[in-house]
């Protein structure tokens, strides 16, 4: 889990409701259902109106990765691509070809496939950049639909407000509940303002941050894989892709060899 996010959203929304209870409120001043429905319903309607039914399925499928950090980071593929290079050094790029059933991520497979298949680097370079703008494309608008959805929700807050004081003034002959009626008509404005600086715009700015290490880790993977036909030195290579992390991902130390097939240390000095 993501432990960031986890506690600033038990940050955020605990001290919001801890505040309207030291001030003497009580959560069930806030829990409006028909307020909900209006704000939420009609951000979710103009969402749809605003972007195709596919784009709109995929942002909701990517919100899980706002709770939950990747299983595959930069440093993980370093490790893999390196110890596949140490392989196809030793016996040649066709011998990495037992290992694509065993590869879950589909822009490595489809490089790498290309690579056992003998490409030439440039043309599977040009093939992947096409493949790899085309995905960075379709991908941005997914953190645009959770910023839209961050603008849309004040306002049909506000909408939700207007809606509630419309009753509360057909009612002035009992001037006892006028009072009790907007505050209940304000709730919607609550819902749309805390919903989109507590969870939309948050939420956009989040999947911004994991789409771009997303497509960091594929250039980088595209990098590798043709340096791997190329031949490259695998300590080069190493050194190569370790050029993408960031100072803030890079470890202490450059780990050890992890695959099976690795050189021994004498081996790859003698390459140098």
């Known amino acids: 889990m993501d432990k960031a996010t986890i506690g600033g959203l038990i940050l955020a929304i605990g001290g919001i409701l801890l505040g309207l209870m030291l001030e003497g409120g009580s959560l069930a001043q806030v829990l409006q259902p028909t307020a909900a429905m209006i704000v939420f319903g009609g951000t979710l309607g103009a969402i749809l109106i605003q972007y195709p039914l596919p784009v709109t399925l995929g942002a909701f499928r990517r919100l899980a990765q706002v709770f939950i950090e990747p299983a595959h980071n930069a440093q993980s593929t370093i490790n893999l691509l390196v110890g596949y290079a140490n392989r196809a050094r030793r016996e040649g790029i066709i011998s990495l070809d037992p290992e694509l059933a065993t590869i879950q991520e589909p822009f490595l497979h489809r490089a790498l496939m290309l690579a056992v298949d003998g490409t030439d680097p440039q043309e599977l370079r040009k093939i992947m950049e096409l493949e790899l703008d085309n995905k960075e494309e379709q991908e941005e608008k997914i953190p645009q639909l ?3 959805a961050g603008g849309f929700a004040p306002t049909i807050g506000i909408i939700g407000a207007v809606l509630g004081l419309i009753q509360v003034m057909q009612h002035l002959d009992k001037i006892d509940e006028v009072g009790k009626g907007i505050a209940v008509a304000f ?21 911004k ?3 771009r290490d997303e497509h960091i880790i594929r250039e980088m993977t ?5 340096s791997i036909l190329e031949g490259m030195n695998t300590r080069i290579l190493e050194a190569k892709l370790r ?6 991902r890079k470890p202490d130390a450059i780990p050890a060899e992890t695959d099976n097939d690795a050189y021994s240390e004498s081996e790859r ?3 140098l």
């Not at 050029?243 to 803030?248: D, K, P, R, S, V």
């Open 146 to 148: 959770f910023e839209s």
């Open 187 to 207: 709730v919607a404005t609550l819902y749309g303002v805390g919903a989109a600086n507590l969870i939309l715009l948050p939420v956009a700015g989040k999947l």
């Open 209 to 211: 941050i994991r789409i």
């Open 222 to 226: 595209l990098e590798g894989v043709v």
């Open 243 to 248: 050029g993408f992390l960031t100072e803030a």
């Open 269 to 271: 000095r003698s390459e």
